[in-house]
C-alpha cells in the first residue's frame, strides 16, 4: 500500500508536534465533527429516593394509601370468609377504593359506617344503601 506524501508529511508533522509539546497536552482532532466529540454523560437520577410527602386531599384531610396488611386495627380482628375479618358484633371488609375499613352489622347485614384504619374509629356514617361483597 502506498500512502500519499501529504499522509506521510501530515502524520510526521502531528508526531512532531506531540513529540515537542507539553505534558498534558492533547491537539484537536483533525475533523472536529459532531459525530466524533465525545459528549459528557448525563448523571443518572439517585435510586430508592423516599417517597414524596402526601398531598393533602381539597378537603384538608390527608388521603390514606394504608393496605390491608399495614393497618394495625384490621390485624387485631378475626378472620371471617372470603377476606372480610369479624368480632364479636360486626363484620369488616376493606375498602381498596378509599383506603378505609366498611363495617356491616353481623345479624342485619346494615353498613353501620366507615373506619379509619389505624385505630377503628368511625369518620362516615352509615349508609343504608351499602350491602356486603361477603355472603354469610
Avoid at 394504608?66 to 393497618?71: F, H, I, L, Q, V
Avoid at 375498602?95 to 352489622?105: A, K, M, P, S, V
Avoid at 374509629?121 to 361483597?133: F, L, M
Wanted: with cysteine; glycine share 4%.
Amino acid at each position: 500500500m502506498r500512502k500519499s506524501i501529504r499522509a506521510v508529511l501530515s502524520s510526521t508533522a502531528c508526531l512532531a508536534s506531540l513529540l515537542l509539546a507539553p505534558a498534558g497536552f492533547h491537539p484537536p482532532a483533525a475533523d472536529a465533527s459532531a459525530s466524533s466529540v465525545i459528549a459528557p454523560a448525563k448523571p443518572k437520577p439517585p435510586r430508592n429516593q423516599p417517597p414524596a410527602a402526601p398531598q393533602p386531599a381539597p378537603s384538608g384531610r390527608t388521603v390514606n394509601s394504608k393496605s390491608p396488611a399495614t393497618s394495625p386495627f384490621w390485624n387485631r380482628l378475626r378472620n371471617f370468609k372470603a377476606g372480610a375479618r369479624h368480632d364479636d358484633k360486626y363484620v369488616y371488609e376493606w375498602d381498596y377504593l378509599h383506603g378505609d375499613i366498611e363495617r356491616f352489622n353481623k345479624k342485619t347485614r346494615k353498613h353501620a359506617g366507615s373506619l379509619e384504619p389505624v385505630n377503628g374509629t368511625p369518620y362516615k356514617p352509615a349508609v343504608p344503601t351499602h350491602r356486603p361483597k361477603t355472603k354469610w
